[in-house]
């Protein structure tokens, strides 16, 4: 049978996803003729993996290529997070009609099987390994169920390598990979637990290195070489990878050894992968993990910090963060050249224009380049969700509308419109140019691992010059974005070199184009 594994894109109505790398990743790679995400959705090719040798299996992401809704194909699989559940439906909708099934899961389909399942010919619930062979012998045999749930997790000491063979690398910012599943937490509004469990499953720091190697076996690399703090020596740089656990260091043991693993293998090619993931912010006063985190080249921390006030994580249940510690994490952190990545929410019941102040200052104060600003979304599945529903406070049902951009709640302390106002402002204060690269120079000192040689750091001030002409000249990229990183560049570039300092000015554009697309979006919507 032809399988085609489809991830859907965003309504474009619904906002435009922060983390898109929509300019990112053409300024970043120097690639402005290329649509560029962050990374393929890991299922794809982990299903892929699953799927028997007599079937051919092609990925297909509407984040980065269209969709030939022509083609043939036996059988389509779609994943969708909630907020790409309306694109799935589409896309199910034009398949079926020309007479092919669909197949829908991942974490929406999981947690609204009865609404999925009117708009698709089968459900999966739950993580899908186990369970795709078997359904491809029922579609083989004509006898596909509208629904197939998970009764156990995979043991991830058995996956096999995901097949990355299928996935247009070159297309992606990241390379993503995974070292666990699960996590201890029951924060209220995560899905997590509820997909993937409580207990921490591990994949064997063997597998993550044949994992790696896969990768690097396929991705097109851009030669360059880079001064490796760690190493004290010149090498190849082979890329980024992302390490998309719910929570890379949960396991402190099985994290020091994937680390340590990591640093061997790039010692023993000759070469430097920079790479991030996301832990709790104590990692922040762990100071052994964080120097095996610098020494393999970890670049970025995402980390959840969520509220500034106790009160407040109290209600999410996210009782393992200390507020007033934040800040000594932080600054931890980025003294061993790792960049936090800060995560938070507003429009929780204690939101006001305050506490957002509040935030924004503290995220100004402790330099975080890397800033994730969430609205309350109260996902299907959560526990927040059954509070709020139970309260009649939900106001929509719209998946595409559940993207942390939108107020789909009954806010407390004000209206959904104040608080959708108040993110505008936030978005404003926080994206804008000006603010995210002061917010980014000082980390410039402190960014030290990967430095590029001279005659790479012209090549890239030239490089990234002519994409930023090149974006401009397409309408992608503002003129007076496009003039600040022409002045910019040959000093940050040529005198610094090191690879933090071209993500300073792409992020710092990317975010700035962000703030624009939000605040006319939701004028629109006023």
Excluded at 322 to 350: F, L, Q
Aim: a positive charge; charged letters at 25%.
């Amino acid at each position: 049978m032809k399988i085609l594994l489809i991830n859907p894109s965003c309504l474009a109505e619904a906002g435009r996803d922060l983390y898109s790398a929509q300019l990112l990743g053409p300024l970043f790679t120097f690639q402005p003729n290329t649509r560029m995400a962050l990374g393929v959705p890991l299922a794809l090719p982990t299903l892929a993996a699953n799927t028997p040798v007599e079937h051919h299996v092609k990925i297909v992401d509407e984040e980065i290529e269209e969709i030939n809704f022509d083609e043939y194909a036996d059988i389509v699989g779609i994943t969708a997070m909630t907020f790409k559940a309306t694109r799935a439906y589409e896309i199910a909708k034009e398949f079926r009609a020309r007479g092919v099934k669909v197949v829908m899961g991942g974490i929406h389909a999981s947690m609204c099987p009865d609404e999925v399942s009117r708009h698709v010919d089968c459900v999966v619930i739950g993580e899908a390994e186990k369970l795709w062979p078997k359904l491809l012998i029922d579609v083989a045999e004509g006898k596909l169920k509208g629904r197939y749930k998970a009764t156990e997790f995979p043991d991830l000491k058995e996956s096999g390598v995901p097949r990355y063979d299928l996935v247009k690398n070159r297309q992606y910012l990241y390379s993503y990979l995974q070292t666990t599943r699960g996590c201890p937490f029951n924060c209220s509004f995560c899905t997590v637990t509820k997909f993937n469990g409580r207990a921490i499953r591990k994949k064997k720091p063997e597998q993550v290195i044949n994992e790696v190697d896969a990768l690097l076996k396929l991705k097109p690399n851009r030669e360059f070489n880079v001064f490796s703090k760690a190493a004290g020596k010149v090498r190849r740089f082979a890329g980024t990878i992302a390490f998309i656990d719910d929570n890379f260091a949960i396991d402190r043991d099985h994290a020091l050894s994937v680390c340590r693993a990591f640093q061997r293998y790039q010692e023993e090619h000759d070469i430097a992968i920079a790479w991030y993931t996301q832990v709790n912010f104590t990692v922040g006063f762990d100071e052994e993990l964080l120097t095996e985190m610098a020494n393999s080249n970890c670049q970025h921390l995402f980390i959840g910090f969520e509220s500034l006030d106790q009160a407040t994580l109290k209600l999410m249940k996210k009782k393992m963060n200390t507020p007033e510690k934040y800040a000594e994490s932080i600054k931890n952190i980025h003294e061993h050249g790792i960049r936090v990545v800060y995560s938070t929410i507003i429009g929780d019941d204690n939101t006001s224009i305050k506490s957002v102040n509040q935030l924004i200052e503290f995220i100004r104060e402790n330099n975080v380049f890397h800033v994730l600003l969430n609205i309350l979304t109260p996902y299907p599945g959560t526990e927040l969700f059954d509070n709020m529903k139970t309260e009649n406070r939900i106001l929509t049902l719209d998946p595409h509308l559940y993207n942390i951009r939108n107020v789909v709640f009954k806010p407390k302390g004000m209206s959904q419109p104040q608080l959708q106002a108040l993110y505008a402002k936030a978005c404003g204060r926080l994206f804008r140019f000006k603010s995210v690269y002061m917010r980014g120079k000082p980390m410039i000192g402190l960014s030290k691992q990967l430095n590029l040689q001279f005659f790479d750091r012209i090549a890239a001030w030239i490089g990234l010059s002519y994409t930023a002409l090149s974006l401009t000249w397409k309408g992608r990229l503002r003129l007076s974005t496009t003039i600040r990183i022409l002045m910019l560049a040959p000093f940050l570039i040529l005198k610094n070199g090191n690879i933090f300092s071209i993500e300073l000015l792409s992020a710092s554009a990317d975010y700035d184009d962000f703030a624009c697309s939000e605040t006319d979006r939701l004028l629109i919507l006023q």
